[in-house]
């Protein structure tokens, strides 16, 4: 593999996001990676998804005792919904995993996951660990702590809870303290990270034996950042953007409480007692910490390049050392420190922000010291293809540039892609076969360069990705990744097509290509009892980045099935069947994706009535779109849309999930809704949490949310009413209608409704009791008011078939 040069610790270490202007530390930054430099200890924080991470300890930790800190974040949050857009299962884990990045520039953390998938809400481990495969994960827990090498734990869940709390929070408590009783090196201590949340109350707290906690004063103020730890920390958790956690910093004393698990219980205020943190941890490193010490105690913020010879000297001593972990760790944060107190600048830009293998780009480079330290660039390795000689001294302030013509991508490289999504998972687990990357939040150097400078007498590499900029008059200088792509990829527009038996559509595939002078011939692969005419299509595309539509005419099965079709484009010996998805976000970098090119044919006997439908979207779901499929016409609304007249064009309304918790606006609507249905109107809303509603009217009658929901997609479904017109009209609903649905049944349902509403449904997960508040319908006046937690949003996409005639009925009510 290509990258097998880049020590592994240095992809583990690296946080600076390619995507964006590469950092340029100021002398106060400087400072503080001096302090990190020269205090060896460690703590790693464990927990189930992104946003569980107490970013206040972690900032604590990171820039209080100056310690390596980092979050096992046992998932990338795939099973979560989106407040910023429709990205949902692997799409919203790339952008969660690119959030808690983000997260950790702040507080100054390192990242870390398991292969664990999100699969959703579970209630207990036991039910975790039958989707997870436990073993895999534990090996992926220990692998972690066996690379990062932790003296602290610190587990954000309580292991000996099951069932208080979200079946992936306990699982993740109880798999790290399996996973310290199987490690080789043990670190020091095991913490839970209690509060008074975990007792029920602050009263409960309050009274609860202490002894064996530990606390920690962790609002302190640093005034070298000029901020208090909670502000820091604040900001550390408002990059959880997607899920709207947004926070406000405070000042002054607040603690955070430890319960000892594993270890002895501190006896002072240094969490770390009884663990040399400092030069002496190392054999031979006493020498090398009296020359940090002293680079530290008598820095100079105003020119700190007069360090340079010093550093050096360190550096030459620390590759010396017999501890390969510490000795690794070491050289690349000294690395950084040599760089940034030279001011050296080294990049390298793409002429293209994309290639394909085997094409030419062209390659921009540009080197500069901004110190009087003796600095000369020795030579260029470019994605160790080919090194570039150039013996050039580089003169204090005086830019070096260069470029090379005609850079032959190499075909060994891979295409860019998330690399957690490169092989097929399964429900539970993402498949990484390259265990040397498999606990990484990502490939950071795909496309490396190295530069080879020599500094005062010593060679040091520099590596930096390949990137690609441009200026624009908005933003100015823009940096996206350079990637990788292969000559022409495909997307099937309707991800879902609904047929009945026998029928015949037209079915699109646009095509794009990324390079110039395309041929090849596409086609559309199913089972064989679908027609699909013309069997292929020859095209031709000849100028780069240029796309087309191309159209089958595709006539479903006689009976009703389910059928799973791919476009597969192959040009001379090569086969491209892939889709290109591209996430952006002006919070993050650029996401690539590559995914298999699907849709889902869905061979239904279904009827409709009604026509014309408004839609209110939410927090980024697509119903909307996927009920287009059953040829509605679909009018997606803003809050200002929803006038008296406006209303009335519509057979129904549909509002978005957690509509009522997004759109502020709502809370000044809902009367104009209600009176729609009470003159005649079917208003259906969709799920809202009890938490945040902007409004506590989002019913005619009395209706009270909770936390109750059923995560075994599979669960009983029992009628309650089964007379009612929901499940007869237009289409008869069976039990066999619930067979085959995603991730769960539904969430967040009510818990307490008027004698107005009638519920539909019964459904229960194993061991509970059953739950009436999934579906819930009144009549108001002359119109239908519906209310339902049933999870349409991630159904639908998926071509659930009892889902589409549900919402169907529901949409029909008369």
Avoid at 122 to 142: G, M, Q
Avoid at 310 to 319: C, G, H, M, N, P
Avoid at 371 to 386: D, I, T, W
Avoid at 399 to 424: A, D, H, M, Q
């Amino acid at each position: 593999m290509l990258r097998k040069f880049i020590p592994f610790i240095l992809l583990v270490l690296a946080t600076v996001t390619v995507a964006q202007a590469p950092k340029k530390p100021n002398a106060t930054e400087i400072y503080s990676q001096i302090q990190k430099l020269n205090f060896l200890g460690k703590v790693l924080y464990v927990a189930a998804h992104p946003d569980d991470e107490n970013t206040k300890l972690i900032s604590y930790f990171s820039n209080h005792y100056h310690a390596q800190t980092a979050y096992l974040s046992l998932t990338r949050g795939d099973g979560g919904q989106n407040l910023i857009g429709p990205e949902l299962r692997e799409k919203l884990g790339a952008i969660r995993t690119q959030e808690l990045l983000a997260a950790r520039n702040v507080d100054g953390g390192q990242q870390f996951f398991t292969r664990a998938n999100d699969f959703g809400y579970s209630k207990e481990p036991n039910e975790t660990f039958a989707i997870w495969n436990k073993e895999e994960v534990l090996a992926d827990v220990i692998q972690t702590i066996e690379t990062f090498q932790p003296d602290i734990i610190v587990n954000r869940f309580n292991h000996r809870t099951p069932g208080t709390t979200h079946g992936h929070h306990t699982a993740s408590a109880m798999l790290s303290l399996e996973a310290y009783d199987l490690v080789k090196v043990k670190p020091s201590r095991v913490f839970f990270n209690t509060s008074w949340w975990f007792y029920g109350s602050h009263e409960k707290f309050d009274k609860a034996d202490k002894s064996n906690l530990y606390a920690i004063n962790a609002n302190v103020y640093f005034p070298i950042i000029g901020k208090s730890n909670f502000e820091i920390a604040a900001l550390s958790r408002s990059q959880h953007k997607c899920q709207g956690f947004g926070t406000t910093g405070t000042r002054g004393n607040e603690t955070e409480y430890l319960e000892i698990l594993k270890g002895k219980l501190p006896s002072s205020d240094n969490i770390f007692e009884g663990i040399d943190t400092s030069w002496n941890r190392v054999q031979g490193g006493a020498q090398i910490g009296a020359i940090l010490n002293a680079v530290e105690t008598n820095f100079n913020f105003k020119n700190p390049s007069i360090h340079i010879p010093q550093l050096i000297e360190a550096y030459q001593l620390i590759e010396q050392l017999k501890d390969e972990h510490w000795k690794t760790i070491k050289l690349e944060q000294l690395s950084r420190i040599i760089e940034a107190c030279s001011g050296l600048y080294l990049e390298a830009v793409a002429s293209t922000p994309y290639s394909t293998k085997n094409n030419t780009i062209d390659i921009a480079f540009e080197t500069i010291n901004r110190s009087n330290a003796n600095v000369k660039l020795l030579n260029v390795s470019v994605l160790n293809n080919k090194t570039i000689s150039k013996n050039t001294v580089l003169e204090n302030n005086t830019n070096v540039t260069f470029e090379e013509k005609g850079f032959s991508i190499p075909s060994t490289i891979e295409y860019s892609n998330l690399f957690w999504l490169k092989e097929r998972p399964t429900v539970g687990m993402y498949q990484v076969s390259n265990k040397a990357i498999r606990i990484l939040p990502e490939e950071k150097l795909q496309f490396p360069v190295i530069f080879s400078l020599d500094i005062n007498g010593k060679k040091i590499d520099f590596v930096k990705n390949l990137v690609y900029k441009i200026n624009t008059p908005e933003e100015g200088e823009t940096y996206t990744p350079f990637t990788l792509l292969p000559d022409a990829t495909s997307e099937i527009v309707n991800k879902v097509s609904i047929f009945n038996a026998n029928q015949t559509k037209e079915i699109t595939v646009k095509v794009t290509t990324h390079r110039d002078n395309f041929k090849g011939n596409l086609e559309l692969v199913t089972n064989p009892n679908w027609t699909i005419e013309p069997q292929n299509i020859s095209f031709e595309i000849t100028t780069k980045n240029d796309s087309k539509t191309f159209t089958f005419r595709v006539t479903s099965a006689k009976k009703e099935e389910n059928s799973v079709v791919a476009a597969k484009i192959t040009s001379d010996d090569s086969v491209f069947d892939q889709e290109l998805i591209e996430i952006k976000y002006p919070h993050i970098p650029k996401q690539t994706i590559l995914q298999p090119s699907e849709a889902k044919w869905v061979n239904l006997d279904i009827k409709t009535k009604g026509k014309n439908i408004g839609y209110i979207i939410g927090a980024g779901d697509e119903v909307g779109k996927y009920l287009e499929n059953l040829n509605f016409n679909v009018s997606y609304l803003t809050p200002q849309d929803v006038t008296v007249e406006k209303v009335q064009a519509f057979d129904a309304i549909i509002i978005g999930i957690r509509a009522f918790n997004v759109l502020d606006e709502l809370k000044f609507k809902n009367k104009i809704l209600f009176n729609y249905v009470k003159n005649g109107g079917n208003l259906i809303v969709q799920y809202n949490t009890a938490h945040n509603l902007v409004t506590q009217e989002i019913a005619p009658f009395e209706l009270s949310l909770s936390r109750d929901r059923i995560t075994n997609e599979n669960a009983k479904v029992t009628f309650l009413k089964s007379k009612s017109n929901i499940l007869k009209s237009p289409n008869t609903i069976t039990e066999q209608d619930f067979e085959g649905w995603v991730q769960e049944r539904g969430l967040y349902f009510p818990n307490k409704w008027s004698s107005d509403f009638m519920p539909i449904l019964a459904m229960q997960d194993d061991g509970e009791a059953p739950t009436n508040g999934a579906l819930l319908i009144a009549n108001y006046g002359k119109g239908h008011y519906v209310y339902t937690g049933l999870s349409f949003f991630r159904e639908l996409p998926e071509g659930v078939s009892g889902a589409y005639k549900l919402l169907a009925n529901l949409i029909a009510l008369d």
